[in-house]
């Protein structure tokens, strides 16, 4: 059994985004993690993808450290994911669980391949052979594949795996192997490890909508999914990028996106969350590159709720002209004379209309795997009706089950953004069952500099690749060129270098020949821990060694071109030889961490960060400008779906009021800072004027967001006027003779999605559903009206939704053009509007007039400019980056959670403290950060001070120091990004790995 010492293991189960986020999280604290895959790929449904919301790239490399990034690949991670703490369990699924939180004793089934993995060189010659075609699952049907191929074909290395459903064991591809690496008799394996704590990341799968048969998926060519229209629109997608239709490979006219397809009906009452977002962005996508497309999209309620939806909405509407139609399409028929589609919609006087379009695109909601609920039943976690995992009251991340956790999709429909959330908050949580991890990789003593730098000895290996390399190229004509190279001291020709036998070669000649660099020349094989390992075993620094591609960017590219292969393969190793030989094996400085955190904010967001700080024997100081601890959360009495809040915010407050870890400045507020990520120094202004500083490793934003006070409605005029908020204190108070009431009307969306806050303010729907629902159960009989936009009932709230309409809750749309108009008429009130069903004037007389009011920002400004981080356009803080990177600042050390970031619920807030505390503990827990590689420095003797590349910095990696005048980099917080190298006026800015010379010199050695 593999037995960690104080059981620091954590089992990740599902390798899709969440499951990568949460392991990088906790092997960048130094646990070791096992990653468990039931697939023979990771990345889950997103790798299937190109770009996301609402900024149209990638991006999912934002997962990777930005300090002490060089323990990880600093790569796509499309290819995978290379970390020294991650072990990656691909085709292996969680059978038995025996044990406890902190003591997890689980047994793995891993099934096979059909291919040794430490065989397999990824030739492809398998698939080549392969007598059987089948559809290509990872282009959803539209693309090709053998029944030996790659599942995901962007990773490396490529291992090949057979479909044992598919395969005839007709033997073609074994005896086509030229490694012995397939064996179609290969056994499944047990193994059994030992782990603190396991969280579930096992993601969704896309509803099949051949079960809703109204539509005419699979029986019309050109009704498809959402997913499978990502595919058409991908550049490594079947057609290339190019926008086609099924039936006759020709690009649609006109295209329709259907939403709520295996959502928001009455078998599965509840919405994907992200299906909204998704067809606005395939939209944008069309209409970017095809803008004479007629696009249209058919909705119920446009769910664009997240932190910069609703401008990505409203500009896909007004300057794309994406048409948006509220309607939702019973059914679809198809022209058999075109393959055009038939569908019948709603007129904007509600008579029914034909339209007919040249594709339908289905949005297909999430639903859980078909094996989840068995999964879950080995776990022994609960699942709710949906047969999502059911979490814990005022957690998104806690299961029934002590010491298992879950993110993304597992609990639940998510997007992007929210399961990374999630992820980090797992993190924390499954952090406190485990025990002190090993030393971490920064804990090692920095390398010096030698006292003279050796002249560069350059060995060089080729690999034959079992003849895959060796059959086209000439590599002993390539071999007697290299070898007269300067600074060359061998060459030499190998079988395979991706064998451990080979690595021993490698290690015994660079020695024998006292080689300080390293160059190969092989495939993408020798890459990730592979390479690492050769690296290592070889003792050589990373910095001095050089994978040439010889097979996929020079023997599969000129196949037909033997010459120009032989003269591409000299030139690129030649260059490789002469880029290392001007490397120099400069030392770094790496970083102390003052092991403290600051905390901003006393609110529910600033408690839990400190919480889960404290929890980690870390010192933290929480700064709360009022008298009192709790924020916004004092004026909440519970929450849509986890109820009453008050006990919850008794204990928060105790608990940091009597934690010794937890040192608590009342009255305070942050009046200076500075420093950078592990070493900050910060002044806070006390109530009596005092002036206390503090140093601190890591700082997070908690301060929390404001209600709107609205200035409409007859707000503050009438007292029958009053806010969700107020309500509810009347309702918990027993404040309201809610027996009384007759009639109440509520209105929605003021102060949000308007020109001066084009945002949604996400809670708002919620609510009003619980005041309603709240209303209802005190006095049945009466009229509730919501005046609504959309209901943003998203995920699990839909249920609720459901619910209100069922105890006879009226909900009534508006236009933004023509909002309700209220009047008092004497002693009553009026409330006017637009009926869009029926097209007259809509007349009520409430008792009580409710305004849902949005979430406005704080005065966020200053201390924004206090600690060098920007806000967005309305207000709230600026994250990194919006998916991948939703608690970071671009500055690092410094993180930011709940409404100091956008709006979101009390739960949603809870889990991005948790989050944030997790960033800042990976970072605390560092006794120092390291450097990358490549990383910037000033040429001294150059360098004019304009301190212009200190200005540019985007990471605050450069500084002038006080003492020598001079411009220092920081080197731990560089990321060799060059914008210093660009702006500096006189060159003194220079990037390790491509100074002049070496740049100069790598382009002279390619002619």
Known sequence: MDKMAKSEAVLVIGAGVAGIKTSLELAEAGHKVYLCERKPSIGGALIQMDKWFPDNHCSLCQMLPTLNRDKSDQFCLRRGVNHPNIELLYNTEVTELQGKAGDFKITLDTRSTGVDSQLCIGCGLCAEVCPIEMESQFDEGLGRRKAIDLSNPYATPHLYAIDWEKCTRCGECVSKCPTGAIQLEQKESIRQLQAGAIILSTGFEEFDPR????????????????????????????????????????????????????????????????????????????????????????????????????????????????????????????????????????????????????????????????????????????????????????????????????????????????????????????????????????????????????????????????????????????????????????????????????????????????????????????????????????????????????????????????????????????????????????????????????????????????????????????VEKSSELGGNLKDVYSTLESGDTRASLRDAIEQVQKNPRIHRHMDSEVVAANGYAGNFRVSIKGKDESINTVEAGAIIVATGGNEHRPTEYLYGQNQQVITQLELEKRLFAGELDSGGLRSVVMIQCVGSREKDRPYCSRICCSQALQNALKLKELNPGIEVNVLYRDMMSYGFKEAHYTRAREKGVRFIRYEPDRKPEVRQDGERLTVEMIEPALGGTLRLEPDLLILSAGVIPGDNRTLADILAVTLDEDGFFQEAEEKFRPVDFVKDGIYVCGLAHSPRGIEETIAQAQAAARRAVSLLTSKQLAAGRVISETVQRQCRKCEMCISVCPYGARAKDDETDEIVVREALCQGCGACVVACPSGAAKIRGFRDRQVFALIDAAF
């Open 211 to 622: 079960l809703a048969t109204q539509y005419g998926y699979r029986r019309y060519p050109n009704v498809i999914t959402s997913i499978e229209l990502e595919r058409i629109l991908s550049p490594g997608g079947p057609s290339y990028g190019e926008l086609i239709r099924p039936s006759d490979s020709r690009t649609p006219a006109s295209i329709a996106f259907l939403q709520c397809i295996g959502s928001r009906d009455s078998r599965r009452d509840y919405c994907s969350s992200a299906c909204c977002m998704f067809a606005v962005k395939e939209a944008t996508l069309i209409k970017q590159k095809w803008p004479q497309a007629d696009v249209h999209i058919f909705f119920m309620d446009m769910r664009a709720f997240g932190k910069g939806y609703h401008r990505y909405y409203e500009h896909a509407r007004d300057a794309l002209g994406v048409q948006f139609t509220r309607c939702r399409v019973p059914v679809v028929k198809e022209d058999p004379r075109n393959h055009d589609l038939m569908l019948t919609v709603a007129s904007e006087d509600d008579r029914p209309v034909k339209r007919q379009f040249e594709m339908v695109v289905l949005s297909v909601g999430q639903t859980p795997a078909p094996e989840f609920n068995e999964l879950c039943q080995v776990l022994g976690v609960e699942t709710n009706r949906w047969g999502f995992c059911q979490t814990r009251s005022l957690s998104l991340v806690e299961t029934s089950r002590e010491g298992i956790y879950i993110c993304g999709s597992a609990g639940g429909p998510k997007d992007i953004a929210d399961t990374m959330v999630e992820a980090g908050a797992a993190a924390c949580g499954a952090s406190k069952w485990l025990g002190s991890p090993a030393i971490r990789p920064t804990d090692k003593e920095p390398m010096e500099k030698p006292a003279e730098e050796p002249a560069p000895k350059t060995a060089v290996f080729l690999c034959g690749c079992g003849g895959e390399i060796a059959s086209t190229l000439d590599l002993e004509s390539v071999a007697e060129h290299l070898g007269k190279l300067p600074g060359v001291v061998h060459v030499e020709t190998v079988p395979y270098l991706c064998r451990s036998e080979a690595f021993e070669a490698v290690r015994k000649r660079v020695k024998e020949h006292k080689g300080n660099r390293l160059v190969l020349g092989a495939c993408t094989h020798i890459s990730g821990q592979m390479l690492d390992e050769l690296t290592t075993r070889v003792g050589l620094d990373p910095a001095l060694v050089r994978v040439v591609n010889l097979r996929e960017e020079v023997i599969w590219v000129h196949r037909d071109q033997l010459e120009k292969a032989l003269a591409k393969a000299k030139s690129m190793l030649a260059m490789a030889i002469e880029d290392i030989r001007q490397q120099d094996c400069l030392p770094t400085s790496p970083m102390t961490v003052t092991p403290n955190a600051l905390v901003i904010g006393g609110g529910v967001a600033g408690m839990t960060a400190a919480l889960s700080i404290a929890r980690h024997e870390i010192e933290v100081c929480l």
